[in-house]
């Protein structure tokens, strides 16, 4: 297998993207700083901003079953970016866009990316987005993070977002802001895993302004060592909507969570609920696993990955 | 049946507090800024404030199955007042406290009643709180009400508080903090009907200080007309404790409703659960009813009154 980039990189790369190779289709890497390798696609266009970092992804209408790869990879400790990257979705077009960060850090500097992505769906339009967040490295410099994803819904159009961090990153603040028209409808999923030091801020604004639009944002996260995790969830319904927020997270050792959902009906055909619960993982549980013949440490460990699977 | 006060003062007195004549036991009647009936039991000592507005409620180490009635009516428009009442319950006693404010307000000015009540619980004591708050009136002067709670519960100890403000209120802002000492445990129900331009906010701040503290906070809320209602509640988890938040809120006609639970882990075996539910009746249950032979207006009123008992 030939390389895509060198042999760090790819080995990051293939964490966040889940590439193994230089993939068909439309994608953009973008390694320490620079594109290095974009391609477009017939219906898929990526073309690089003229007036700051970033590119504009312009999906045609109709396209169908087509995969977007956009994943970054810093691994100069030190290197810091601010990128926008804006996604122009067709009416009834239906793509997979993943995308993805990896910070290879062995050295001593704060290496950064902060990404500001905006998601404009037209009528009727789908898109599943995947972005995973990972760090790791040898060196005591911070891996930060800090995406800001809008997300705007025309009538009809649904969005997934999956969002996961596993592993590696010292800070990150994620924002997400969505509106949704009428019809519309958005899923999100997120996977947290904190540990050490770590700090992460999760930010969720939801706006339910069109008839019959809909909102079911999941959290789901694990707080080990001395991490500290923080859970904003906004959910405003405008018109007849139903919106539901979750937020499940298990907390371990000396592990901090804080979940602040607010939800607002601003229409009587608002329906809104939310659920949150945080706690350790529960005895019996450990014990079935553990009569099973696993050790204590194994036995969470198998309940931590189930949970976040 | 001889009058307690006056008539309109009476019929006030005995929607907030049950009484319908001057009760036995430890009582305080208020009456337009001024204690006017006042007696004490032989386990229970009311003693009035010397520095400024209010009373001491002492209740005696070990009183059992008694009863306190601290009702307050306000009959004259544009009576204004804070009033500082300080409960100090004795180890292993077992109380009923029935307070309540209710306004009779004919004027155009301005009424308020602004309590500040602090409980001190020793060690073992067990409290019930039932407050009413209730307003009425022919004329367009604004019936306000901002009490304040502290609850302080010594190892042991247990407190219920049941609000409920069903009608005639303007304008209340209702602040309930509580620190909760080893085996100790709160329970909050708060019943609320806002309608037309009225404005309710409701806040609980909770810390689960002790070992085996647990605390259960309910609210059920009907927001009709143009009402607005907020609902804050905070819930720190210090120890190894239960926390349990619910609000349950149905809307009508314009009614607003915002939910803001705040759930923080501060220790590894802190449990902590929120739920929020906004929207408004569900269909079938009108049209059950309205099989039944009720109007929609029957029906919901039917629906409503259930909700709230």
């Known amino acids: 297998m030939s390389n895509i980039i060198d042999q760090v990189a790819d080995k990051v790369l293939e964490i966040v993207s889940g590439l193994k190779e230089t993939p068909k289709g439309a994608f953009n890497i973008r390694v320490n700083g620079k594109g290095?390798?974009?391609?477009?696609?017939?219906?898929?266009?990526?073309?690089?901003?003229?007036?700051?970092?970033?590119?504009?992804?312009?999906?045609?209408?109709?396209?169908?079953?087509?995969?977007?790869?956009?994943?970054?990879?810093?691994?100069?400790?030190?290197?810091?970016?601010?990128?926008?990257?804006?996604?122009?979705?067709?009416?009834?077009?239906?793509?997979?866009?993943?995308?993805?960060?990896?910070?290879?850090?062995?050295?001593?500097?704060?290496?950064?990316?902060?990404?500001?992505?905006?998601?404009?769906?037209?009528?009727?339009?789908?898109?599943?987005?995947?972005?995973?967040?990972?760090?790791?490295?040898?060196?005591?410099?911070?891996?930060?993070?800090?995406?800001?994803?809008?997300?705007?819904?025309?009538?009809?159009?649904?969005?997934?977002?999956?969002?996961?961090?596993?592993e590696g990153v010292d800070s990150t603040d994620r924002e997400t802001n969505a509106t949704l028209a009428e019809d519309s409808k958005l899923v999100v999923k997120e996977k947290l895993l904190t540990n050490g030091k770590q700090e992460a801020i999760t930010r969720f604004n939801v706006d339910l302004d069109g008839e019959n639009s809909s909102a079911n944002v999941m959290s789901r996260s694990v707080a080990k060592g001395d991490s500290k995790q923080y859970f904003y969830s906004v959910i405003n319904g405008n018109n007849k909507c139903a919106g539901h927020s979750e937020c499940d997270a298990i907390i371990m050792d000396n592990g901090f969570v804080k979940a602040v959902p607010d939800v607002t009906a601003n229409h009587v055909d608002a329906s809104l609920i939310h659920e949150a619960a945080i706690g350790k993982i529960a005895g019996e549980q450990l014990i079935k696993l553990e009569s099973l013949g696993l050790s204590e440490e194994e036995a969470e460990a198998r309940i931590v990955e189930g949970f976040l699977r």
């Open 36 to 166: 290095v390798k974009k391609s477009s696609s017939k219906n898929i266009q990526i073309v690089s901003k003229k007036d700051k970092e970033g590119i504009d992804i312009i999906v045609a209408p109709g396209t169908k079953g087509e995969t977007v790869h956009i994943p970054v990879v810093l691994d100069h400790s030190g290197t810091q970016e601010l990128v926008y990257n804006d996604f122009y979705i067709g009416e009834g077009s239906d793509v997979l866009i993943v995308a993805g960060c990896g910070i290879h850090n062995d050295g001593s500097h704060l290496t950064q990316h902060d990404g500001i992505h905006s998601f404009y769906l037209d009528e009727n339009a789908s898109v599943k987005y995947v972005e995973k967040h990972y760090g790791e490295g040898t060196g005591d410099g911070k891996n930060v993070l800090n995406p800001i994803t809008n997300v705007h819904l025309k009538k009809g159009a649904f969005m997934e977002l999956e969002t996961v961090q596993i």
